[in-house]
């Protein structure tokens, strides 16, 4: 089974140095796995038994289109209200412990690999069960319809269920899982798995569109954020905002493995009233 990282929590002892690496800047933000301690965590009304750390949010400067939450949950603990935003869509991926996560009145039991799609205005509740708590990534976004294009339906499934695709050329160094077809307009963002194997890259400095959120699940790389060579490894979280350059080079001895979010298959928004009419 492949490994997935969660923080432990804790505090470091007052005799350590502060060596940390977090990072934030205009183009990005880098923060490593030693800032998830107990003091930065956040709490919820109408979870119990919850904390979390609450990753990325929606402001000037940071993210734009999702916020994204690293999720702990003691055994009892959980939601039958999570959120009260019905306009909002939901990804759940679980890095450990167990849950059940009933999605439109239909329980499935979570693990470690468990991937949950839950579209907006969807009714979905959480129970942690088991001996540890139930851990998990919750990313969160506001739903754009399109005209013409009907709403997604529910993804539950387990990535150990699903076969990594190669990116061209790549010789299965550089893959992604895939949880959704990329070529499926109903939906406005992905959430998926990126793979590399030791030696692997991202071999060009891609610069787009998307705005992403990555959390490294396994491995270790350094990644090239805007214009910066950055050590990563499990338990690190980057932000990149839109045509942020980006490159990777996977450095072993195992694979290196992240959460990826990307914003997609919506058109640009334009800002003023009227939009062409306000150019006349």
């Known amino acids: 089974m492949t490994g ?15 060596t940390g690496r977090a990072v934030f800047t205009d183009a990005y933000a880098f923060i490593p796995k030693g800032v998830f301690s107990d003091i930065v965590t956040s709490y919820l009304p109408s979870w119990d ?40 869509e939901h990804w759940l991926f679980f890095t450990g412990g167990l849950a059940t996560v009933t999605v439109g009145g239909v329980g499935t039991e979570a693990e470690a690999g468990s991937y949950f799609y839950i579209p907006a205005g969807t009714p979905w509740t959480l129970l942690a069960e088991g001996a540890e708590p139930a851990r998990f990534h919750w990313l969160r976004k506001v739903y754009e319809p399109a005209p013409g294009v009907p709403a997604p339906d529910p993804i539950i499934i387990n990535e150990r269920d699903l076969a990594p695709i190669a990116m061209p050329d790549t010789q299965g160094r ?12 109903r939906h406005d963002a992905h959430v998926n798995i990126v793979t590399f194997q030791p030696g692997g890259v991202i071999p060009f400095e891609e610069t787009h569109v998307m705005e992403h959120g990555l959390y490294v ?25 839109a045509y942020c350059p980006q490159a990777c080079y996977a450095a072993g001895p195992g694979p290196f493995r992240y959460l990826l979010y990307k914003d997609v298959n919506r058109h640009a928004k334009l800002r003023g009233p009227g939009a062409f009419g306000a150019l006349r």
């Not at 997935?4 to 502060?18: H, K, V």
């Not at 895939?178 to 070529?183: E, G, I, K, V």
């Not at 396994?218 to 979280?237: M, S, T």
């Open 49 to 88: 038994k919850t904390r979390l750390w609450l990753i990325a949010r929606p402001m000037t400067g940071f993210s734009e289109t999702f916020s994204q939450y690293v999720m702990e949950v003691a055994p009892g603990g959980g939601s039958d209200t999570p959120d009260p935003d019905a306009g909002v």
């Open 217 to 241: 699940l396994e491995g270790k790389a350094v990644y090239k954020l805007n214009k910066d060579w950055v050590e990563v490894e499990a338990g690190d979280f980057m932000w990149l905002r």
């Open 4 to 18: 997935y990282y969660a923080p432990p929590g804790g505090l470091p002892p007052q005799t350590s140095l502060m």
């Open 174 to 185: 550089w893959a992604t899982t895939r949880f959704a077809d990329p070529t499926d307009l």
